[in-house]
C-alpha cells in the first residue's frame, strides 16, 4: 500500500460545491442527490456555516470538554431543546458509530444489564461495538470477534420484538426508517409496539435518527413524525453540515448513572459552531417542511415517470427526502451511469435499491432535473 486511498474511489475529482451542486475540474457541475451520504443537509458550503465556523476559528479552535465555553454550552442547550419529549443530557462526539458505542454503554450501565436487540437489515457504524449490531456479514465477518450479547429480529415484526426483548435487555436500537438496508420506514405501530416493550422489560429504546434526523423525513426527527419517545437518541451526519460531529441524547435515568465515558474531541469549538449554525437554519428557515413537501413531489414524479416510460423499477418508497427506488438491474451500473452521463449523483443501498438524500433545500426544479436523468439511464 503506497500513499493511496485504502478503498475504491469514483473517478470524479471534485472542487467545490454549492447548494444541490459540487463542482469537478473543469467546472463540470454534478447534481448531488446522495447528499455525502446525507451530511450536506443545508447543501454544501451553505454560508450560515461557513461564517460561523470562520468567526469560531479566529477566536478558538478547540479546548478540553470540561471547560466550559459559550458555544459548547449552547450546543447542548439546543439539542436539550430540540430533543423528543424529555431527552435533556447531551454527550458529543466527532461520528455516527460512536454515537452510537456511547449508547451501548450508557443503555448498558443504567440498566445494568448486557443484552441488545438490533434488527436484521439494520446499520449502525463500524467500530467493533456498533459493528456488532449491525445486521451484514459483509461488514463483519473479517473483522469478529465484535462486541457480544446482541440478538436480531426481523425489522417490523412486533411478536419478535415482545420475544426478544426481556429483563435482560438493556437496549433496543432501532432506525425509525432504515437506510443503509434499503430505506424500509416503520410503521407508527411497530415503533409504538417497541415503546410498549422496552418499557415493559425496563430496557431502553434507542432511535438510531442519525440518518433519517434533522429533518430528512420531514419532521425533525422522524420519531416526532409518529410520536413515539425514545430513551436514547443518536444523531450524527448531517447535524454539523460536514463537520463531524455524533451526537449522543439521553433521558434523565440513563444520564444518572451512564457511567464513565469520555472522548478528547468531545464537542470542539469549531465543530460546535457549525452544528449551532446548521440546528439554527433548520428551524428558522422550517427546513423539515420543505423536506416532506419536495419528498412527496419528488416521489410522485418518479412513480409518474416510471409508469409512463415503463422504466425498471420495481417500488419506490420512503419518506420526506430519504427515498429509496428499487430497480431490477444492479442500483450500482444505475448510480455509475447517472454520475458519468447524467452528472448526477445519489447512492446504493444493497445492491439493488437507488437510495436518494438530496440536501434538504432542493427544490422541485432540482427534483425535476433528478428525474430526467434518471428516465434517460433507466429507459
Ligand atoms: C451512517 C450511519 C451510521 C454510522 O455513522 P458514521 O458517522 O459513518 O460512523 C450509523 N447509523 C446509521 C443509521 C447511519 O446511517
Redesign the pocket.
Known amino acids: 500500500m503506497t500513499g493511496g486511498f485504502v478503498f475504491s474511489e469514483k473517478p470524479i475529482q471534485i472542487e467545490s460545491g454549492e447548494g444541490a451542486y459540487l463542482y469537478g475540474e473543469n467546472g463540470t457541475e454534478y447534481l448531488d442527490f446522495g447528499a455525502s451520504?446525507?451530511v450536506a443537509a443545508l447543501g454544501h458550503s451553505h454560508p450560515a456555516v461557513t461564517e460561523a465556523v470562520q468567526a469560531q476559528i479566529e477566536k478558538l479552535t478547540y479546548v478540553q470538554a470540561s471547560y466550559p465555553v459559550e458555544v459548547r454550552t449552547e450546543l447542548y442547550q439546543k439539542l436539550a431543546a430540540l430533543a423528543p419529549g424529555d431527552i435533556e443530557n447531551v454527550w458529543l462526539c466527532?461520528?455516527?458509530?460512536?454515537?452510537?458505542e456511547a449508547a451501548m454503554k450508557f443503555a448498558r450501565s443504567a440498566t445494568g444489564r448486557s443484552k441488545i436487540v438490533a434488527t436484521k437489515r439494520?446499520?449502525?457504524?463500524?467500530?467493533l461495538g456498533?459493528l456488532a449490531m449491525?445486521w451484514k456479514d459483509k461488514y463483519k465477518k473479517p473483522f469478529e470477534p465484535l462486541a457480544g450479547g446482541i440478538e436480531f429480529v426481523p425489522y417490523g415484526d412486533p411478536a419478535a420484538l415482545a420475544e426478544a426483548v426481556d429483563e435482560e435487555t438493556a437496549a433496543l436500537f432501532l432506525?425509525p426508517v432504515?437506510?443503509?438496508g434499503g430505506i424500509h420506514p416503520a410503521s407508527a405501530a411497530y415503533l409504538e409496539h417497541a415503546r410498549d416493550v422496552t418499557e415493559d422489560a425496563g430496557a431502553a429504546l434507542v432511535f438510531?435518527?442519525?440518518?433519517?434526523g434533522v429533518g430528512r423525513t420531514g419532521d425533525l426527527w422522524a420519531c416526532e413524525g409518529v410520536g413515539v419517545e425514545p430513551d436514547i437518541l443518536?444523531s450524527?451526519?448531517g447535524i454539523a453540515n460536514g463537520l463531524?460531529l455524533?451526537a449522543t441524547l439521553v433521558k434523565d435515568w440513563i444520564a444518572e448513572d451512564a457511567g464513565d465515558h469520555g472522548s478528547t474531541f468531545s464537542g470542539g469549538p469549531v465543530v460546535a459552531s457549525a452544528a449551532n449554525a446548521t440546528l439554527d437554519t433548520i428551524v428558522e428557515e422550517n427546513i423539515p417542511e420543505h423536506a416532506a413537501h419536495v419528498g412527496e413531489y419528488l416521489q410522485h414524479e418518479l412513480d409518474a415517470a416510471t409508469e409512463e416510460h415503463d422504466l425498471p423499477v420495481r417500488e419506490i418508497r420512503g419518506v420526506g427526502l430519504m427515498i429509496g427506488v428499487q430497480v431490477k438491474r444492479g442500483a450500482n451500473r444505475v448510480l455509475k451511469n447517472l454520475a458519468l452521463s447524467e452528472q448526477v449523483l445519489a447512492l446504493p443501498a444493497g445492491r439493488t435499491v437507488v437510495r436518494l438524500l438530496p440536501p434538504l433545500v432542493v427544490d422541485e426544479d432540482h427534483a425535476d432535473q433528478f428525474v430526467d436523468s434518471f428516465v434517460e439511464v433507466l429507459g
Open positions: 451520504y446525507a466527532n461520528s455516527g458509530t460512536e454515537a452510537n439494520g446499520f449502525h457504524g463500524r467500530t456498533a449491525t432506525e432504515q437506510g443503509e438510531d435518527e442519525i440518518q433519517t443518536t450524527a451526519k463531524p455524533g
